[in-house]
């Protein structure tokens, strides 16, 4: 059973699918859905970064907030960082004491990428938190996305 679940996003269509499995996931673990937004090393001054890190919440907020909203869904927390993307995830992770991420295979989507559900590879991002995550990481696969499925 999962108390903290910890959802990686990149903000891309891609991930709407990902969020929808992780908010499931969540809801039936009777967890806390943490969402986790990178914005990687931003070369800014400390108010310039402060503001993009508002600006980016105000993103995460208004693409996931009302969607748990209208499930019933009141559990989450949004994170918004810079910084190493993969760090600050697993730092996230082991400070919060999170039982599970949940991410998807790359922020390329497979329709971008020619249409094939057929990813060659892991995402650097989700090669590495596989390696440097302090929990399990759920990698949901292109297959799992409607439309996208084989057979």
């Known amino acids: 059973m999962y108390k903290k679940v910890l959802f990686s996003t990149c903000?891309?269509?891609?991930?709407?699918?990902?969020?929808?499995?992780?908010?499931?996931?969540?809801?039936?673990?009777?967890?806390?859905l943490m969402i986790y937004?990178?914005?990687?090393?931003?070369?800014?001054?400390?108010?310039?970064?402060?503001?993009?890190?508002?600006?980016?919440e105000t993103k995460v907020a208004h693409a996931y907030v009302q969607k748990m909203k209208d499930r019933g869904f009141e559990n989450y927390a949004i994170n918004v960082s810079d910084g190493d993307v993969?760090?600050?995830?697993?730092?996230?992770?082991?400070?919060?004491?999170?039982d599970l991420m949940v991410m998807g295979t790359s922020t390329d989507t497979p329709l971008d990428m020619g249409g094939?559900?057929?990813?060659?590879?892991?995402?650097?991002?989700a090669a590495d938190a596989v390696l440097w995550a302090p929990c399990p990481v759920m990698i949901v696969p292109?297959?799992?996305?409607?439309?996208?499925?084989?057979?």
């Not at 709407?16 to 969540?26: C, G, P, R, S, T």
Request: aromatic letters at 6%.
């Open 11 to 32: 903000l891309t269509e891609y991930c709407d699918h990902i969020f929808n499995f992780a908010l499931n996931l969540a809801k039936e673990n009777d967890a806390r």
């Open 37 to 56: 937004y990178g914005m990687g090393r931003i070369n800014l001054d400390e108010t310039h970064a402060e503001q993009a890190i508002k600006e980016a």
């Open 86 to 98: 993969v760090s600050e995830l697993s730092k996230l992770a082991r400070n919060a004491a999170v």
């Open 116 to 125: 094939s559900p057929s990813v060659p590879s892991l995402g650097p991002v």
């Open 142 to 151: 292109p297959s799992l996305i409607p439309g996208l499925a084989r057979g």
